[in-house]
């Protein structure tokens, strides 16, 4: 019986992503408060959890309300989402350390930084592809909120291991402040990183293996959309050291031709400093996640378009309405 409930079409309401971010987001809080004030570290791994889950499942909740024309499984939402934050990750990290050696300079750096992006899509998309080689209906919605909910899962384990980090740099130092730092950055930038590269390359994959068009192929849109969200990916993680490289050549200091970190600035930098920094930062991210946004927007609108013509594409126009 639990087998067969989980091969039923999985289904939520439109307003359920309401009650999921508010409902964790009250649970986060007040385990986090108990932490801080108890000390006990029985807690952390629910502020580990329940932080770096919350809002990549609110997504994937948002989502599957508004896909009406595809069935996706608990099963295959389930080992989706699983599968991409244990073994697309695990299978990313091994393949970054020993295919990508560290490049010189802000360009050769910047290109490792692409090549993080296209191993860690690679993954994904591998992913999709295996928990969904039995879907019987594959759409473009379909494809963008599996992959969606792929992203999710790859996103949701990194940053768990992220919280993780900040917990053992700061044990003694209040650490339950430093695991909710790391989360609130990293929730807030969730939607706009994994969930929405890997919704467009399902959008993609699922377009080329749409009926009567059989299995899984690699054509020209999904090679360009692999392109594009590995190039977007890429820029993502490169922002942070382009911000820092950037700002010292701005505020006078020099270009110097090497990969800036957060131990580049000699001393404390100046307030210029740190406001051309924030400025070129947060500027390059919002770039890559309006990119992103609209990019998704116009191929869920397109696909929905597609659909809806499709049907009367191969009637002729002003035919008879005849009865049978």
């Known amino acids: 019986m639990a087998d067969q409930s989980l091969r039923l079409p999985i289904a939520a309401g439109k307003r359920a992503w309401i009650a999921v971010l508010a409902t964790g987001a009250l649970v986060w809080v007040l385990a986090a408060g108990v932490t801080a004030l108890t000390g006990d570290a029985i807690l952390i791994p629910t502020l580990f959890l329940i932080g770096s889950f919350l809002v990549p499942v609110t997504v994937v909740t948002f989502a599957l309300a508004r896909l009406d024309d595809c ?9 989706g989402f699983l599968a991409a934050g244990t073994i697309g990750v695990v299978v ?69 291991g992220y919280a993780f980090w900040a917990y053992i740099q700061h044990t003694n130092d209040h650490p339950e402040l430093s ?57 993502w993680d490169a922002s942070y050291g382009w911000g820092i490289w950037i700002t010292q050549g701005v505020t006078g200091n020099g270009w110097i031709a090497d990969w800036p970190d957060g131990t580049y600035w000699e001393g404390s930098p100046t307030q210029r400093e740190q406001w051309v920094f924030q400025g070129t ?5 919002a770039v890559v996640a309006l990119i992103g946004v609209v990019w998704v927007i116009l191929s869920w609108r397109h696909a929905r378009h597609a659909a809806t013509s499709a049907p009367a594409a191969g009637l002729p126009i002003n035919a008879p309405d005849r009865q049978p």
């Open 71 to 79: 069935r996706l499984t608990t099963n295959v939402v389930l080992k």
């Open 179 to 235: 695991i909710l730092q790391t989360e609130v950055s990293r929730a807030m930038l969730a939607p706009f990183g994994h969930l929405t590269w890997t919704a467009l390359l399902g959008g993609a994959l699922f377009a080329a293996a749409a009926p009567p068009k059989g299995g899984f192929r690699v054509t020209r849109r999904v090679i360009w959309t692999f392109l594009g969200v590995s190039a977007l990916h890429g820029a």
């Open 92 to 160: 990313s990290a091994v393949t970054e350390i020993y295919l990508l050696p560290t490049g010189a300079g802000p360009v050769g750096n910047a290109l490792g930084f692409f090549g993080v992006g296209a191993i860690e899509e690679v993954s994904k998309g591998a992913v999709l592809v295996a928990v969904a080689w039995r879907v019987p209906q594959r759409t473009v919605h379909g494809g963008m909120v599996l992959g969606a909910t792929v992203g999710a899962g790859f996103a949701a384990f990194e940053s768990t």
């Open 281 to 285: 930062y947060d500027g390059t991210l």
